[in-house]
Nanobody, 123 residues
Framework: QVPLVESGGGLAQAGGSLRLSCAAS????????MGWYRQVPGKQRELVAA???????KYAHFAKGRFSISRDNAKNTMYLQMNDLKPEDTAVYYC?????????????????WGQGTQVTVSS
């Protein structure tokens, strides 16, 4: 278990931007896979983007070209830059760590979760 704390959520207008941050306790160099997920009430939590400590990334189809995941291992912080936001991006966004990168979409295999941060996009 890796303690994770998200920040940076809030309200944005359609077409706007937000940057989420995830602070990890411990040495992020030792955490191979980290990622961002989101969940809408009544729906399953889904992968948004994931990144390895070496810089390999993957994105959900809806995130490609609009969202960017990055890690600053020296600061023990991961980011999600979200641009061109749409109302359908409204969700609670969760930071996650310790899972097989190749199986990042498998929610049951996530080892650690943050508490989540609300993102609301108005039209």
């Amino acid at each position: 278990q890796v303690p994770l704390v998200e920040s940076g959520g809030g309200l944005a207008q359609a077409g706007g931007s937000l940057r989420l941050s995830c602070a990890a306790s411990g040495n992020m160099f030792d955490i191979n896979s980290m990622g961002w997920y989101r969940q809408v009430p009544g729906k399953q939590r889904e992968l948004v983007a994931a990144a390895t400590s070496g810089g390999t990334t993957k994105y959900a189809h809806f995130a490609k070209g609009r969202f960017s995941i990055s890690r600053d291992n020296a600061k023990n912080t991961m980011y999600l830059q979200m641009n061109d936001l749409k109302p359908e991006d409204t969700a609670v966004y969760y930071c996650a760590a310790t899972f097989p990168f190749s199986r990042a979409a498998m929610i049951d295999e996530i080892g650690s979760w943050g508490q989540g941060t609300q993102v609301t996009v108005s039209s």
